[in-house]
């Protein structure tokens, strides 16, 4: 197996897994806003920021 071929693979399964998680992320997203409502989620987020700052 040459050197290219490997790192195709190497290249395109890292791809896919980037795909993968964006849209998992995504999805994860949109049912806690279909669970909780925008406002609830956006709440949340600014609340989580002022505890970090």
Same mark, same amino acid.
């Given at each position: 197996?040459?050197?290219?071929?490997?790192?195709?693979? /190497?290249?395109?399964?890292?791809?896919? @897994? =980037?795909? &993968?998680?964006?849209?998992?992320?995504?999805?994860?997203? /949109?049912?806690?806003?279909?669970?909780? @409502? =925008?406002? &609830?989620?956006?709440?949340?987020?600014?609340?989580?920021?002022?505890?970090?700052?």
């Amino acid at each position: 197996m040459s050197i290219t071929v490997l790192l195709s693979t /190497v290249v395109f399964a890292a791809t896919l @897994g =980037l795909c &993968a998680a964006i849209l998992v992320g995504g999805a994860l997203y /949109v049912r806690r806003i279909r669970r909780h @409502g =925008l406002e &609830a989620v956006l709440a949340g987020a600014r609340r989580h920021r002022e505890l970090r700052d």
